[in-house]
């Protein structure tokens, strides 16, 4: 297990975390940081704790934003590959009734050449 020190609101937090996810752990604690510093400037330092809270719950409600972002590109992918398959479905009935009338074509070509040689 490794250490990374975090920053929120000015205060290093050190925490444990698995080997080689300490600039992820970074990252993560710089978003929730940008928020802690926001609600700070409205709202003044009302505490540690309130602001940590107010932070995570807008870091809370951006992941259900972007989970219901993901779950609409989902249903759209869902219908998307629908309509790819309902084309390709008439696409492949639209060829059987091409080849079906090409195969009639040239039967009644053949009864014609047929019909034309036993008369000559």
């Known amino acids: 297990m490794s250490k990374v020190t975090i920053s929120l609101n000015g205060r290093p937090?050190?925490?444990?975390?698995?080997?080689?996810?300490?600039?992820?752990?970074?990252?993560?604690?710089?978003?929730?940081?940008?928020?802690?510093?926001?609600?700070?400037?409205?709202?003044?330092?009302?505490?540690?704790?309130?602001?940590l809270l107010m932070a995570s719950l807008i870091v809370a409600d951006e992941m259900r934003e972007a989970q219901g972002k993901v779950e609409a590109l989902?249903?759209?992918?869902?219908?998307?590959?629908?309509?790819?398959?309902?084309?390709?479905?008439?696409?492949r009935a639209d060829r059987a009734r091409a080849a079906e009338t090409i195969v009639k074509a040239a039967e009644r070509l053949e009864a014609l050449a047929g019909a034309d040689g036993s008369e000559a």
Do not use: M, N, P, W
């Not at 249903?75 to 479905?89: F, V, Y």
């Open 74 to 91: 989902e249903s759209d992918l869902l219908d998307a590959k629908g309509t790819i398959s309902q084309g390709e479905a008439r696409r």
């Open 13 to 51: 937090f050190t925490i444990g975390c698995e080997e080689g996810q300490q600039a992820y752990l970074k990252e993560l604690a710089g978003h929730l940081d940008t928020h802690v510093r926001d609600l700070a400037e409205k709202v003044g330092q009302i505490g540690e704790l309130r602001l």
